[in-house]
């Protein structure tokens, strides 16, 4: 017996006991029982008398069909699992308003539908709900299985096929009553929970093109990124915590929402959490907020609870049973963008100013808009929504396509020089029950896992490869060289080469956001007749780091800096112990002050002329700006065909970042992007 049964089961276990000592004579078990067995009469009077009315010849029933009553068991946190998977794989087709059940609300999943007299959850008997019977399956391939090959619901998708976990969570749910998930009175006030926020699959439902492009794009990307998630931990450590959540408000908005701390690692994190900027901190805001450096106010509530903002003032409901939709004046401005793509830090350092850059660039002054170059057909290029190609923007399950209009489409990858540095299996898509069991070990899974494993290294790798040249062509977008030098020169020459670095784009400079970071460099190689190299400028350390004061190999004396070379990165600038400056990595104190806090600025920064913790000495290229550099050249003293080489390189993250954050063993996945190169043959006589 369990001593955490109540009484009403001691009860019934009794009645068990009896109908089993009805059956046979011996008895064996707790003597207590044997002593029950001696009174039966006693003990039905007992029973009849906790329970009048109830008592009939069949107890058994009973004990079958328990009613769990909810103020015994105020809340049963499995709903919240339930309802979450039910949204993200069934909402679409059972929503509101059609002829199917609707799933969306505790409420219409346990009622009734006009079109059906039976209920599909019986609380307590999971067998005989149709909830259950539809999707369960023979999901571990057991041959004893009387559960069927493959579940009725969800149809087609095999990837949405109910998990072994889920599945026990939904048995364990119908089993233990069905109910709601309900805070104790004395709670008044419920916190934000994960499933009060729409995931983007519960929109991938009916905008699967839209869903498609966001989940490879760096916007669902942003807390992923194990990039970010070393540096905010760096941050945290070098704080002492005190710089709060102030990285994850515009990596994760609805993370910050529902209370995830900042020091929280990403696996610890909700599944709502890593969908990072997803498409209800955009559609779901409904009061400007400008630039608030990310904190924004994301509406909480179903997908048809209140209203999806959208750049269209005349949407459709072609049958009620969508979501009310209304135009927004903010969403299509770039200060909607620049509420994130501005970001100041707590001291008031200006870190990212794509948005500042943008409103003081030509392409502001005509009217183009972020959204026109980063939503087009072609990153990088500004196009006009009404010069976009027109297409439907829903596909409704059970609805006539025709009943939609053509609107003009807009794109929502958000290419930029950022790409995934997780493996294949992880982004853009990874399968429910990937985090249910170790998928590295192909031996353990079962049939339908190895063919969803499959299928989603092909779908992964096909986003992939788009991301990728989507991201190549928005650099090639942004800038080109012109070299100019000698065709013919004679050996000891003392050679002149020029190189020019026009930008291409008109809407920020070049690079533009995280420039602190970003290097955009000039690469010049001049070759001997036989191979040896007689000039580099822009060429790497054995670290691969460029070789400037950042690079471990001239900080230490063993390398000679790159004195000639041209790089757009922008770099932190902290004030030295002596009052002068100097050029960081992370510009975050870590001996000075005993105490690492984050506190607002103490002093006016006017009595220095700068603020007083650090700056960014900005390096970037203007907008359709042109910055030159001479390499001045000694030919040696050997006549021959020299060959020249320049490139204009983007590499979004250098290797000596990951030093400074601990994620070393990284540094293999960065790569550097050639965005234009001139060769040219010296003839030296
Ligand atoms: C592509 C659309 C679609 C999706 C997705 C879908 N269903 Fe259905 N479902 C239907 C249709 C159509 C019916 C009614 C016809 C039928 O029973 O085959 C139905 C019927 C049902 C019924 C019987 C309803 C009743 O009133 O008796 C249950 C239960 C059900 N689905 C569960 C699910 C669950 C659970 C999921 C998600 C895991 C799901 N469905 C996903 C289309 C869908
Ligand atoms: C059941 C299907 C369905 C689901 C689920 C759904 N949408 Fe929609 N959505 C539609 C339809 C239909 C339209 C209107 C199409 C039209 O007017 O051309 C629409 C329109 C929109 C618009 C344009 C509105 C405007 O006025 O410009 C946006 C933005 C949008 N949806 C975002 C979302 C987001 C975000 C989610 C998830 C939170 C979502 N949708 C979930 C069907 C759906
Ligand atoms: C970073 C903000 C952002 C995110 C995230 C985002 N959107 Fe959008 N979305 C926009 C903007 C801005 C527009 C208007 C584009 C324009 O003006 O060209 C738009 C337009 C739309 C439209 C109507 C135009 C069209 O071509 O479809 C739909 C529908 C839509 N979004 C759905 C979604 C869905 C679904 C998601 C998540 C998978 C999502 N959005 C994520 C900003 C966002
Ligand atoms: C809620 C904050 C937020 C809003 C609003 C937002 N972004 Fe972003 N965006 C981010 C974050 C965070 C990243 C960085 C993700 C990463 O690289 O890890 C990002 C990345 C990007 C990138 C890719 C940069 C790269 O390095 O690859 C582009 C392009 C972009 N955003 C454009 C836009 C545009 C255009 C809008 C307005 C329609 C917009 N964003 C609105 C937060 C936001
Ligand atoms: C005239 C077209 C144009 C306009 C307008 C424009 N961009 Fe860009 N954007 C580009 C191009 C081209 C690049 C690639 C070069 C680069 O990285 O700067 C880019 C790159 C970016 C990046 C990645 C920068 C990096 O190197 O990390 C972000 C973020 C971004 N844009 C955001 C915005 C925001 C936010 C706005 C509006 C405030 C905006 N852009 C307006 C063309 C444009
Ligand atoms: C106000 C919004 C905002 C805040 C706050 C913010 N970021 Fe970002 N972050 C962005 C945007 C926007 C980008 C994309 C910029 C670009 O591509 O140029 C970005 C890009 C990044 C990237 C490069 C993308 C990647 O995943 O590798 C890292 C790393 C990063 N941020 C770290 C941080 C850290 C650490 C903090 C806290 C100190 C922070 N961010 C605070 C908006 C924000």
């Not at 009939?56 to 107890?59: D, K, L």
């Given at each position: 017996m369990d001593a955490r049964h109540s009484t009403r089961q001691i009860c019934l276990e009794v009645d068990a006991a009896i109908t089993d000592e009805s059956r046979s004579s011996s008895v064996k078990g707790a003597p207590w029982r044997r002593y029950l067995w001696g009174t039966p009469v006693l003990l039905l009077l007992v029973v009849s008398f906790l329970f009048p009315g109830e008592q009939?010849?069949?107890?058994t029933v009973i004990a079958a069909n328990p009613i769990v009553r909810q103020d015994t068991h105020?809340?049963?946190?499995d709903w919240l699992e339930v309802h979450w998977v039910i949204r993200k794989k069934?909402?679409?087709?059972?929503?509101?308003?059609?002829?199917q059940h609707d799933f969306s609300t505790y409420e219409s999943l346990m009622g009734l539908t006009?079109?059906?007299?039976?209920?599909v959850v019986i609380p307590g008997n999971p067998e005989a709900s149709p909830l259950w019977q539809y999707v369960n399956w023979n999901h571990n391939f057991d041959?004893?299985?009387?559960?069927?090959?493959?579940?009725?619901?969800?149809?087609?998708?095999?990837?949405?096929y109910l998990t072994a976990s889920q599945l026990d969570t939904l048995y364990r749910w119908i089993k233990n009553?069905?109910?709601?998930y309900v805070l104790p009175d004395h709670c008044n006030t419920r916190p934000l929970l994960e499933t009060d926020f729409v995931s983007a699959k519960e929109c991938a439902q009916c905008h699967p093109r839209q869903y498609d492009e966001w989940s490879r794009s760096m916007h669902a990307y942003a807390q992923h990124s194990p990039v970010f998630e070393a540096f905010t931990l760096t941050m945290i450590e070098r704080t002492g915590g005190t710089i709060g959540t102030f990285c994850t408000r515009c990596h994760t908005p609805i993370g910050v929402s529902i209370g995830?701390?900042?020091?929280?690692?990403n696996v610890h994190r909700s599944r709502i959490s890593m969908?990072?900027?997803?498409c209800v901190v955009c559609?779901?805001?409904?009061?400007p907020f400008y630039k608030?450096?990310?904190r924004l106010p994301v509406t909480p509530g179903l997908v048809n609870d209140g209203c999806t903002y959208g750049p269209f003032s005349d949407p459709v409901n072609p049958d009620g049973s969508v979501h009310d939709a209304a135009s927004s004046?903010?969403?299509?401005?770039?200060s909607f963008c620049g509420s994130c793509h501005d970001v100041t830090s707590?001291?008031?350092?200006?870190?990212?100013?794509a948005f500042s850059e943008w409103q003081n660039s030509p392409a502001a002054k005509e009217g183009t808009s972020c959204q026109d170059c980063h939503?087009?057909?072609?990153?990088?290029v500004p196009v006009k929504s009404w010069e976009r190609p027109f297409g439907k923007i829903a596909v409704v399950p059970?609805?006539?396509?025709?009943?939609l209009p053509d609107r003009p489409l807009s794109s929502?990858?958000?290419?930029?020089p950022d790409y995934s540095l997780l493996p294949d299996t992880e982004f853009p898509e990874k399968l429910d029950w990937m985090y249910e069991k170790?998928?590295?070990?192909?031996?353990?899974?079962?049939p339908h896992q190895k063919e969803t494993l499959t299928l989603l290294r092909i779908k992964n790798r096909q986003q992939l490869a788009k991301a990728r040249n989507e991201r190549y062509t928005l650099l090639k977008n942004a800038a080109k060289i012109s070299v100019d030098h000698p065709y013919r020169a004679s050996p000891r020459d003392k050679m002149k080469i020029h190189v020019d670095v026009t930008s291409?784009?008109?809407?920020?400079?070049?690079?533009?956001?995280?420039?602190?970071e970003r290097q955009v460099w000039v690469e010049v190689r001049l070759v001997d007749p036989?191979?040896?190299?007689?000039f580099a400028s822009g060429d790497f350390d054995d670290n691969r780091?460029?070789?400037?004061?950042?690079?471990h190999a001239v900080e230490a004396g063993l390398l000679a800096r790159d004195k000639h070379l041209l790089n757009f990165q922008s770099k932190f600038t902290v004030l030295t112990t002596q009052g002068t400056e100097r050029s960081v990595i992370i510009p975050v104190n870590r001996d000075i002050r005993p105490i690492n806090v984050i506190r607002p600025?103490?002093?006016?920064a006017q009595s220095f002329g700068r603020p007083s913790v650090f700056r960014i000495a900005k390096g970037s290229l203007p907008p359709l700006q042109t910055v030159g550099q001479s390499y001045p050249v000694k030919l040696p003293d050997q006549a021959g065909q020299y060959r020249l080489l320049v490139r204009l390189n983007y590499r979004n993250l250098p290797p000596a970042l990951f030093d400074k954050i601990g994620i070393?063993?990284?540094?293999?996945?960065i790569e550097t992007v050639v965005i234009d190169e001139y060769q040219c043959v010296i003839l030296v006589e």
């Open positions: 009939t010849g069949e107890n105020p809340l049963n946190k069934c909402n679409g087709c059972h929503r509101p308003n059609t002829d006009p079109h059906s007299d039976t209920p041959p004893n299985s009387d559960a069927p090959e493959s579940p009725y619901m969800p149809p087609d998708k095999k990837e949405d009553g069905a109910l709601d995830e701390n900042a020091s929280m690692r969908e990072g900027v997803t559609h779901r805001l409904e009061k608030a450096s990310g004046n903010q969403l299509t401005k770039s707590p001291q008031g350092v200006r870190l990212e100013e939503m087009g057909p072609i990153p990088g059970g609805v006539d396509p025709s009943l929502h990858t958000f290419s930029g170790d998928y590295r070990d192909t031996k353990n899974l079962t291409t784009t008109a809407g920020h400079n070049f690079p533009t956001g995280f420039t602190a036989y191979g040896k190299q007689v780091d460029l070789r400037d004061e950042h690079s600025v103490d002093e006016p070393s063993h990284l540094k293999h996945l």
